[in-house]
C-alpha cells in the first residue's frame, strides 16, 4: 500500500515509533535514527522484571518492526547534515523533539522545508504553548483519566499500558494520511502537530461530557460504568474464575433475569429501569453475585451469549494468546540479534 514511501524516524519512546511501524506494516520504507549519544532510543533497555537485562527490550520491540536502524548524535553538524540527506528523498518525517531541540538541531519545520520543499513533518510533542517534559502517567494525571480509574480516590490506578501515546499515535497518523491526501493535489510541505495533552482531552467522551453537562466530577468506580448497570460489575464463579457484565439493554437485562431465575427484579422499581439499576447498584450487584457464585464460568458464558447478552470472561494474558484468533496476529522479527515478537498494529482489512 505504502511500498513508495519514506519515512525518517526521529522519534522516540512509543507514539511516534508506532507511527512508524504503522507505515512500515503496510510497506513504507522506514528509516529510524536514534541518539548515539544515549546507546539508541531509551526503550531498547526498558526491560521487565521477566526479561533477560540484554538484548532488545519487548517494549522497544512492541513498536518497532521492519525498520533500519541508524544512531546519530544530532548535536554533531556533520550528522545533522546525514539526516537531511535522508530527508531530502522522504515523503514523512516523525518528531517528538521539544521546539527548542528541534531548531537546534535543525529538524524543526522551517529548516526542514529547505531541505525537502514537499516533506510532511508528523510532530508529538506533550503539552500545547509548553516544553515542560511529559511522559504518559503525567497525561493521564493532568487530563483527569487518573482521577476516575482505581477503586476508590484512595486507590488509583493507571492505565496499564500508554494509553495517551496510543490515542496520540492514532491521531497523528490520522493527520498525516490526511497531508499526504492534500499533497496529492496541492504539493507542498505540510505539518502535522499533535499533543499529548489534547489527544487525551479529546478521548475523554463521554465523561468529559458527564461533567461538562452536570459540573460534577467524576469519582473512580473501577471497572463499573457511571452511567449503566450491570455494566463493567465483575463477579467470581463456581469455579472461582471471573467474568465481566456488559448489559445495555432492557431486553438483554431481562434476558439476564430470565436465565438467572431472577424475573422478580424486572418488575422491582429499585431495578427496573437503567436509571434505578445505576442508583441502586450495590443492592443488585449483591443479588447477582449469589446467583453468579453458583454457576461454571464455561456453562455461565456460553449461555449468557446464547442469549444475547454481553459478557466477557476476565483472562490474563497467557490465556488471550492461547487463543488462534490472537496467534494470527503475533509478529516476529529479530533486532539486534534478539528474536522478538509484537503484536500486529493494523488490523483493518480493505476490499471490494
Not at 95 to 114: C, G, I, P
Not at 237 to 253: C, M, Y
Not at 299 to 327: H, N, Y
Request: aromatic fraction near 8%.
Amino acid at each position: 500500500m505504502f511500498n513508495n514511501l519514506t519515512v525518517i524516524e526521529l522519534a522516540s519512546v512509543l507514539a511516534g515509533p508506532s507511527v512508524g511501524t504503522f507505515f512500515a506494516e503496510l510497506g513504507a520504507r522506514v528509516i529510524k535514527v536514534e541518539n548515539a549519544t544515549t546507546g539508541g532510543d531509551m526503550t531498547r533497555h526498558w526491560f521487565s522484571r521477566s526479561e533477560p537485562n540484554s538484548g532488545t527490550s519487548a517494549y522497544f520491540s512492541s513498536v518497532n518492526y521492519q525498520k533500519e536502524y541508524l544512531q546519530r548524535d544530532l548535536n554533531q553538524e556533520e550528522h545533522q547534515d546525514e539526516v537531511h540527506e535522508l530527508i531530502k528523498d522522504a515523503d514523512i518525517v516523525l518528531s517528538n523533539f521539544k521546539e527548542s531541540t528541534a531548531k537546534k538541531f535543525r529538524v524543526d519545520f522551517e529548516s526542514l522545508k529547505k531541505v525537502n520543499p514537499n516533506v510532511i513533518l508528523g510532530a508529538i510533542t506533550g503539552f500545547p504553548h509548553t516544553s515542560r517534559p511529559a511522559f504518559d502517567v503525567v497525561l493521564q494525571a493532568e487530563t483527569g483519566f487518573l482521577s476516575m480509574t482505581g477503586s476508590d480516590r484512595e486507590h488509583l490506578a493507571k492505565m496499564p499500558v500508554a494509553m495517551v501515546d496510543v490515542l496520540a499515535a492514532h491521531q497523528l497518523k490520522e493527520g498525516l494520511l490526511i497531508a499526504l491526501l492534500k499533497r496529492q493535489s496541492e504539493p507542498k510541505a505540510y505539518q502535522v502537530n499533535v499533543t499529548l495533552y489534547e489527544a487525551a482531552l479529546a478521548s475523554l467522551i463521554n465523561q468529559g461530557s458527564n461533567y461538562l453537562m452536570t459540573g460534577v466530577s467524576p469519582e473512580p468506580i473501577g471497572t463499573k460504568h457511571p452511567n449503566i448497570a450491570p455494566y463493567g460489575d465483575i463477579f467470581t464463579t463456581s469455579d472461582e474464575r471471573k467474568i465481566v457484565l456488559a448489559v445495555g439493554t432492557q431486553n438483554q437485562f431481562a434476558q439476564l433475569c430470565d436465565y438467572l431465575k431472577l424475573t422478580e427484579l424486572t418488575t422491582d422499581e429499585r431495578f427496573s429501569e437503567n436509571a434505578a439499576r445505576v442508583k441502586n447498584r450495590k443492592a443488585l450487584i449483591d443479588i447477582l453475585t449469589n446467583a453468579i457464585s453458583q454457576i461454571d464460568r464455561e456453562i455461565l458464558m456460553k449461555e449468557l451469549l446464547a442469549r444475547g447478552i454481553p459478557a466477557g470472561a476476565v483472562k490474563t494474558l497467557e490465556e488471550v494468546f492461547a487463543d488462534e484468533q490472537a496467534q494470527k496476529l503475533v509478529m516476529t522479527e529479530k533486532i539486534d540479534g534478539t528474536e522478538t515478537k509484537r503484536v500486529k498494529g493494523n488490523i483493518f482489512s480493505v476490499s471490494s
